[in-house]
């Protein structure tokens, strides 16, 4: 079987939290810009719980805690899928890291990316807090105004499962579990992580949610292209 179109996709996920632990913790120009997303939500809650509950998923209230990635290898005719992290309390050293790695990595032909849901979230949120630190963006995301047919190297495993379904949203875990993928259960979910971080600080609990995730992408990635599993033993966790 022919696995080398497989090996030049960059598999990711990010993990986000709010700037701040709480509402209060904000400055009274973004408590203000805030408190009128949250209406615009239309969250019968205050703007102080909805700050808990969403402000991580909106780039200009959140931050990059963790970006995870995969890698499909090839060795010796068998495919292996490798994971790492980049992740650190400092969102500007995890941007950082990351850009780094894929200079060096598009000199050995990374050319696609693809998350879970991508173009919705990961793609935009990456490129939006680039440029809130004034660095630069990696050449794969360099698509602002770019036309769709001009960023096919973005692929989306979620798009992929819509087969042109405009209004369904399929969670990666629900996507693994009706392909038939295993999953590790772990001890925290998408939703716990800003709670995790800002009550334990423990970043590296929260990476290894984020590696798990990418290894599950990997393999629902196989499920869609009709290569079948890898075995638990083919996919190896890198510090």
């Not at 090996?7 to 904000?26: A, G, K, R, Y």
């Not at 009274?28 to 408190?35: A, K, V």
């Not at 949250?38 to 969403?54: F, I, R, T």
């Not at 969670?171 to 772990?186: F, I, Q, R, W, Y």
Request: glycine letters at 8%; proline letters at 4%.
């Amino acid at each position: 079987m022919d696995f080398t179109k497989l090996t030049n996709i960059l598999f990711l996920d990010i993990e986000t939290v709010s700037q701040h632990p709480d509402f209060s913790d904000l400055d009274e120009r973004y408590q203000r810009l805030w408190t009128k997303k949250a209406a615009m939500l239309k969250a019968e809650a205050g703007p102080d719980k909805v700050y808990k509950e969403k402000a991580a998923i909106y780039a200009e209230f959140g931050r990059i805690l963790v970006i995870g990635i995969g890698q499909f290898v090839v060795s010796k005719g068998e495919l292996g899928f490798n994971t790492r992290v980049f992740a650190s309390p400092k969102e500007s050293t995890v941007l950082e890291d990351f850009s780094q790695f894929l200079k060096k990595g598009t000199k050995k032909e990374i050319t696609r990316l693809c998350a879970h849901n991508g173009k919705e979230f990961d793609y935009p949120y990456l490129c939006r807090r680039f440029l809130v630190h004034d660095k630069p963006l990696p050449e794969l995301l360099q698509i602002m105004g770019k036309k769709p047919w001009e960023t096919n190297h973005l692929l989306d495993t979620m798009e992929m499962w819509k087969f042109g379904d405009l209004k369904a949203y399929t969670s990666l875990e629900v996507m693994a579990a009706t392909l038939g993928v295993p999953t590790s259960k772990d001890d925290i979910d998408g939703s716990e992580v800003g709670r995790v971080f800002y009550e334990t600080g423990d970043v590296k609990r929260i990476a290894t949610y984020c590696q798990k995730d990418v290894a599950v992408m990997g393999q629902v990635f196989l499920r869609l292209h009709g290569f079948g599993h890898l075995k638990p033993e083919k996919i190896k966790v890198q510090g």
